[in-house]
């Protein structure tokens, strides 16, 4: 394991309604009401923004946090935990300040791998609002991508259905400003070695915890633990499922063919 890095890097906005309205209208529901930012959906808020010139042949930023470890590496994003302490307040300004936890290296089956974890904190009003670390893995072009044989999907409920398609697709990287073209290029897709477009990961984990926000089940105050198990791949209908031990103790995303791509809990702080 290395050192974390020294580097902070801090951002600073007024948090603003229009990205809680556009998320909104992407998942074709009411904007909430209240005033305040839903769990989770501080994604679309104190985003990076780096100019055209500062990407990657990939479309990732080739400076800042976290930069991509050598020529060649391909990135994959394998989930996190979000703490949310209290929810954003609509035309407040807030801080987010970020940096490197930790880096490991190790050896794998088809090459090098390097994890990094990036830490996120997010205040507004002197307080702690959100605390979250995202979980990067890097690896060597080629080898198999992680999967599952096609099964079922279960007989649980509640449950959201999500078209994914690559409106839906365009849509959620611009309101994320997410350039990786693994989302949007399928020629660049098929050099990353997917066979279709990459349904992405925090759109994913944001529908779980929609599962919950509209069941009733809360996150504010929990930790909610999110992990990726296989990549979504092209077009289709994205089935968002209670955990086998109830909505309480998590959720699960499922392709249409039934294979299990992410999973997440919600322990208490």
């Not at 005033?35 to 990076?48: K, R, S, T």
């Not at 990407?55 to 080739?62: I, V």
């Not at 050099?191 to 984990?205: K, M, N, R």
């Amino acid at each position: 394991m290395t050192a974390p890095q020294a580097t902070r890097i801090v951002h600073e906005e007024v948090i603003a309604a229009e990205p809680v309205q556009a998320l909104a209208g992407l998942l074709d529901v009411d904007a909430p009401g209240g005033g305040e930012v839903p769990e989770l959906w501080h994604w679309v808020h104190l985003l990076d923004r780096p100019a055209t010139g500062d990407l990657g042949a990939d479309g990732h930023p080739t400076t800042g946090i976290p930069a991509p470890p050598g020529t060649g590496m391909r990135r994959m994003f394998a989930g996190g935990r979000v703490e949310t302490h209290r929810r954003l307040r609509i035309g407040e300004p807030a801080t987010r300040t970020t940096w490197i936890a930790t880096e490991v290296e190790k050896q794998g089956r088809t090459g090098p791998l390097r994890f990094v974890t990036v830490h996120h904190e997010i205040r507004q009003g002197d307080q702690v609002a959100t605390v979250e670390e995202q979980d990067i893995v890097y690896r060597a072009p080629g080898g198999p991508l992680p999967g599952q044989p096609p099964v079922g999907l279960p007989d649980r409920d509640p449950r959201l259905t999500l078209e994914v398609d690559e409106r839906l697709l365009f849509r959620f990287s611009a309101l994320t400003y997410n350039a990786h073209r693994i989302h949007y290029d399928r020629d660049w897709c098929r050099h990353e070695g997917y066979d279709d477009l990459v349904v992405h990961g925090p759109l994913q984990a944001l529908m779980m915890g929609e599962l919950a926000r509209r069941n009733g089940v809360p996150l504010l105050g929990h930790r909610f633990v999110y992990r990726l198990i296989a990549p979504m791949l092209g077009p289709q209908t994205m089935h968002t499922l209670p955990s086998p031990d109830g909505l309480a103790a998590g959720a699960e995303v499922r392709a249409a063919d039934g294979r299990v791509t992410a999973v997440s809990f919600w322990p208490a702080i």
